[in-house]
């Protein structure tokens, strides 16, 4: 059974930073895409930033130069830093991963940014 648990969300200064985690289970984790997405209210979920299993990264334009995301295969785990937050970055924030055909997603974990 897949599972991806989320953590590290919290509400923080602009300016300020935070890195999420996501712990992966039930998965090849070394061989899997992982991707965070974002969902604030009254918008669509969009994707932050994608890790591939061939080591392959990707962010949206919005969060380029101040997001990384990285991965400890040892530990299953994918996380993303965010640093130099902005009002508009706060939402849910997914991880996700497709394996065996299916989509899987988090619980989710909020990130509050104010001014």
């Known amino acids: 059974q897949v599972q991806l648990v989320e953590s590290g969300g919290n509400l923080v200064q602009v300016g300020g930073s935070l890195r999420l985690s996501c712990t992966a289970s039930?998965?090849?984790?070394?061989?899997?895409?992982m991707a965070w997405y974002r969902q604030a209210p009254g918008k669509q979920r969009e994707l932050v930033a994608i890790?591939?299993?061939?080591?392959?990264?990707s962010y949206s334009d919005a969060v380029k130069g101040r997001f990384t995301i990285s991965r400890d295969n040892a530990q299953n785990t994918v996380y993303l830093q965010m640093n130099s937050l902005k009002p508009e970055d706060t939402a849910v924030y997914y991880c996700?991963?497709?394996?065996?055909?299916?989509?899987?997603w988090g619980q989710g974990t909020q990130v509050t940014v104010s001014s």
């Open positions: 996700q991963t497709n394996w065996n055909r299916q989509a899987y």
């Open positions: 039930g998965i090849i984790f070394t061989v899997a895409d």
């Open positions: 890790s591939t299993g061939r080591r392959m990264i």
